[in-house]
């Protein structure tokens, strides 16, 4: 995804931390890691994003050698912001959109997304794909979203789709 270390690089919904401890680290002494988490003074969301977030904190507390000092920002997940507009050089999310489309409101978090990059900042999506010309209730029911539907929701959201890779492909 072209992260430099001295890039403002926000990851969404960073889980226990799988990635983070590839990228806070990658960016602890130029750059600034942002894991952008589920708000726990909402009530009532399901109690697995509140196990996460204390998990995520743990591991960085008191752990400053390795992380550096990451931010932890809340953030409402029915009308997500991501940080002051502009304000970061990539956005990533591992694992996480066939959650908004099950829920709605993907539009939203893309079009979040778009706001907090910078012009020419950069959109990382890595996550389940489905196959080509999956329905969508298919795609809600196991998970799994198409490639066309991730850059739909993307363009839609103002994004160009500069590149692809079959890395993580199976």
Same mark, same amino acid.
């Given at each position: 995804?072209?992260?430099?270390?001295?890039?403002?690089?926000?990851?969404?919904?960073?889980?226990?931390?799988?990635?983070?401890?590839?990228?806070?680290?990658?960016?602890?002494?130029?750059?600034?890691?942002?894991?952008?988490?589920?708000?726990?003074?909402?009530?009532?969301?399901?109690?697995?994003?509140?196990?996460?977030?204390?998990?995520?904190?743990?591991?960085?507390?008191?752990?400053?050698?390795?992380?550096?000092?990451?931010?932890?920002? %809340?953030? @409402?997940?029915?009308?997500?912001?991501?940080?002051?507009?502009?304000?970061? @050089?990539?956005? %990533?999310?591992?694992?996480?959109?066939?959650?908004?489309?099950?829920?709605?409101?993907?539009?939203?978090?893309?079009?979040?997304?778009?706001?907090?990059?910078?012009?020419?900042?950069? %959109?990382?999506?890595?996550?389940?794909?489905?196959?080509?010309?999956? @329905?969508?209730?298919?795609?809600?029911?196991?998970?799994? %979203?198409?490639? @066309?539907?991730?850059?739909?929701?993307?363009?839609?959201?103002?994004?160009?789709?500069?590149?692809?890779?079959?890395?993580?492909?199976?």
């Amino acid at each position: 995804f072209q992260v430099e270390a001295d890039d403002t690089v926000v990851e969404i919904t960073p889980g226990g931390g799988w990635y983070a401890e590839i990228l806070a680290p990658w960016l602890r002494d130029d750059g600034h890691y942002v894991a952008a988490i589920w708000d726990d003074a909402i009530a009532g969301q399901p109690q697995y994003r509140y196990n996460l977030n204390k998990a995520l904190r743990a591991k960085f507390a008191g752990n400053a050698a390795v992380y550096g000092t990451p931010e932890l920002r %809340l953030f @409402d997940p029915q009308a997500p912001v991501f940080g002051p507009p502009a304000s970061a @050089d990539v956005v %990533l999310t591992f694992r996480n959109a066939h959650n908004w489309v099950a829920d709605g409101n993907a539009d939203e978090y893309f079009q979040a997304f778009f706001a907090v990059l910078e012009p020419g900042g950069i %959109l990382g999506v890595a996550d389940h794909r489905a196959k080509p010309r999956t @329905d969508l209730e298919k795609m809600k029911e196991s998970g799994y %979203l198409t490639e @066309d539907l991730v850059i739909r929701l993307a363009k839609g959201a103002g994004f160009l789709l500069e590149a692809k890779s079959e890395v993580n492909a199976n």
